[in-house]
């Protein structure tokens, strides 16, 4: 399939979100009795532009980008973690505030990467299967479906990952995070449509995984192809 700038300006929007949630995620606000960090603003649209990649390109185009996000995730923290170790200059007074933003404990770096996986490689599969199931209908469905599976491992996966054991953790934790994030995909569901009928139009494509092959490592296989009309 050939990529498109269409393509690849939703891979770029979808690595932002990324990025953007490790940077704000440390900052915790409340909206009465309950604490959300700031990432959850932002990294449920990280989804949401999963939506519309499996929707419209398919599977294995979503799978090379998650992955593609992944490392760019990987490449930041390890910058971060380097600009931490270089020592302050004697004027600089805000080597604490660097740490307190962008520095990460191993554990809650693996819960982190760990989380994302599982959660976005779910989102695609379910929405991506729901999607033949359906015949293409009700795309709402497989939306709102595909995000209630994989949110719920992400934020399980990473709270428990993350916090388990420390004063911090608590079930309600999860879902608290698990509505807010599901929350934001309802309330942006006709926006989805929107982007999914205008990208299906535009590029001429509309992509059913039937003989797609969903291991999230097989990043070159070719027995298969999926059907695209």
Not at 19 to 29: D, E, H, P, R, Y
Not at 176 to 189: D, M, P, Q, R
């Amino acid at each position: 399939m050939k990529i498109s700038n269409r393509l690849l300006i939703i891979a770029v929007l979808f690595v932002t979100c990324l990025l953007t949630a490790n940077i704000i995620g440390s900052k915790v606000f409340s909206i009465g009795s309950i604490a959300l960090p700031a990432a959850v603003i932002v990294f449920p649209f990280s989804y949401i532009f999963g939506d519309v990649l499996t929707e419209v390109y398919g599977y294995k185009q979503a799978r090379r980008i998650i992955w593609l996000g992944f490392l760019c995730n990987l490449i930041f923290v390890f910058f971060a973690w380097v600009g931490q170790l270089l020592p302050p200059a004697p004027f600089w007074a805000n080597q604490t505030a660097y740490e307190a933003i962008l520095g990460y404990t191993p554990r809650l770096l693996a819960a982190s990467f760990a989380g994302y996986l599982v959660g976005e490689f779910a989102n695609s599969f379910v929405l991506a299967r729901m999607k033949v199931f359906t015949k293409g209908r009700w795309l709402w469905s497989r939306t709102i479906g595909s995000t209630i599976v994989g949110e719920g491992l992400d934020t399980v996966i990473f709270i428990f990952g993350a916090f388990y054991g420390t004063p911090v953790f608590a079930p309600v934790l999860i879902l608290n995070h698990w509505v807010a994030k599901v929350g934001i995909e309802i309330l942006f569901t006709p926006v989805t449509y929107k982007a999914v009928n205008y990208l299906k139009r535009t590029e001429g494509i509309d992509t059913y995984d039937i003989q797609t092959n969903f291991n999230p490592l097989a990043f070159f296989d070719r027995r298969t192809k999926p059907e695209v009309k």
